[in-house]
């Protein structure tokens, strides 16, 4: 029987712990981003999901770690630690470099004979929608920071906080290069159904990218349009909430990503 470390409770936050949660969602922050962006998602599931954030090394208490800089680093290191985790069916949430990652981590677990009942994929293009145009991650600190204005993905008194975001930028500079530098075969798919959530103006992801996702899962393939730039997600809480309890609601009872053990 697996045992958690200490180092899984350092990626795992559970804002909402539930002893009676009969299935499990876990979410994958955005490039820069931490696990507390979660947090009101894992209020409204409480108590019947058990809701956990993944927090990346390199970010507020992990703030003294190593970032990592590349997205099969991230997957290996989360398909480990989610094999140890207690088995329920589990779904995954992921947005932007969030969602590449997830993916990438269901292919891990597939591969190693556990499922993941469904991703949703969020704020990201289809992993093989590479785009050659790039190079955040090589600009300066004044480039990186203007990227981010550009996607409006902080809030203003935190990018006006010189302290804060100087403090920010390794980890925002080392998701950029994973998130950049990250190549997906067109032929590579998972067996779970994928629904992915887009923004209608969101720069980072066209119409016809967000359905590329069709080609990268064997089962089903549903895009939903949401108004908004690369963070609409942060204007429709309510609305998504509302489709993972519709998920969840469909689902339950079914064995369907419950976790295989090691």
Sequence with gaps: MSVLSVDDDLWCRRYHPSPTATTRLVCFPHAGGSAPFYLPVATALSPDVDVIAIQYPGRQERRAEQPLTDVDAFAERIHDLLLRQPPLPVTFFGHSLGAT??????????????????????????PSAHREA????????????????????????????????????????????????????PEATIDCPVTVLTGDTDPETTLPEAHAWERHTTST????????????????????????????????????????RP
């Design 221 to 260: 393939c549903t895009v939903r349009t949401f108004p908004g730039g690369h963070f609409f997600i942060t204007a429709h809480v309510s609305a998504i909430t509302a489709l993972l309890k519709g998920h969840f609601a469909r689902t339950a009872g079914s064995d369907r990503g419950t976790a295989v």
């Design 134 to 185: 790039g190079g955040v991650h090589l600009r300066d600190d004044d480039g990186i920071l203007a990227e981010v204005r550009r996607l409006n993905g902080t809030a203003a008194s935190v990018l006006g906080d010189q302290e804060l975001m100087r403090a920010a930028l390794p980890s925002l500079r080392a998701d950029y290069q994973a998130a950049e530098t990250y190549r997906c075969a």
């Design 101 to 126: 990652i997830a993916f990438e981590t269901v292919r891990r677990l597939e591969a190693s004979g556990s499922e993941v009942a469904h991703l949703f994929a969020s704020g990201r293009r289809a």
